[in-house]
């Protein structure tokens, strides 16, 4: 049987699915209860809810991937979003405590099971990174780097791809392919690669070193300050790459070259409290990072304002 809900958290599906799930349909009927708990956490998609016992990816409001997650029994589960650490369980009013008991151990053990086949994704896809990388060529020019003026650092070319390495404890783990697209470009990150904490240092460690979150900024902050930058990609991934190099040069001066948006900011305070960072700035104007700001007022004005 289908039972459709009209809300923005989506329907939840009874059809097509084996012998236990058809029981837990007949004796536990849908339950708005689950969509209701995940709608007053702010959890807010048009995803399906499937009561499957199997965790499901999906992308709610405010993520910019597929940051939320779901696992749905029919008569309980749990749900939550990997960008904001949310992690909430859900039981039908009347489950008993043997039950509640039996939902959340297997809920920890569904959760380890996916974490071990991302992990063993991640391996594969690294695999696959290293052979692309390896047959690459280093990057002398490409019409990306020109839009942007700024150089290569440590990247390379496959045809007429830009590759962005992205490393974490000295091994390649993934690649960032940047084609070009028409007027623009197209980024993207290899699939089922692993992203969370990984990075592209640019430059020798000093005194100073900055986090910033795509590739261009990164290198624009190096080319007009001379310190090292390390790119972390987006700013979901800033505060999690903070960790690391804050761990790595405890005692260097750690700032964050934050992109001028909600999600920039946010990340650059959190990175900040979290890890004990020196501070943040972001450009003046609204909805720019710092190689725009290079672009509209040049270099000296940019060193100026990173050096305040």
Sequence with gaps: MT???NTRIGYISMEGYGPYTQSVAALYAPHDGFKDAMLNANLVSDVDITPDGEIHRFKADGDKNQDSWYVFY????????????????WFRGDLNDDRKREIRKDVIATQKAARKKTASQHRK??????????????ATEH???????????????????????MWHEQ??????????????????????????????????????IWLAEGYATAATIHEVTGDCVVCAFDANNLVKVAATIRAL???????????????GIKAAQDAMKQHD?????????????????????????????LKQ
């Design 3 to 5: 039972t459709s809900v």
């Design 74 to 89: 029919g008569d309980g589960g749990a749900f939550g979003n990997w960008r904001t650490t949310l992690r909430e369980t």
């Design 125 to 138: 896809t690294a695999a696959s990174a290293r052979r692309r990388w390896d047959a690459a060529k280093p």
């Design 143 to 165: 019409p990306y780097l020109a839009t942007k003026n700024v150089q290569s650092h440590g990247l390379r070319t496959e045809g007429t791809n830009l590759l962005i390495p």
């Design 171 to 208: 091994r390649l783990w993934s690649l960032q392919t940047i084609a070009v697209d028409g007027d623009g470009f197209r980024k993207r990150f290899m699939w089922r690669g692993r992203k969370s904490g990984c990075y592209l240092p640019i430059g020798k460690p000093g005194k100073r």
């Design 249 to 263: 040069f405890i005692e260097r001066e750690i700032y964050v070259a934050a992109d001028n948006d909600d999600a």
């Design 277 to 305: 960072l020196e501070g943040w700035l972001a450009p003046d104007d609204w909805k720019t990072d710092w190689n725009d700001h290079c672009a509209s007022y040049g270099r000296d004005k940019t060193l100026e304002a």
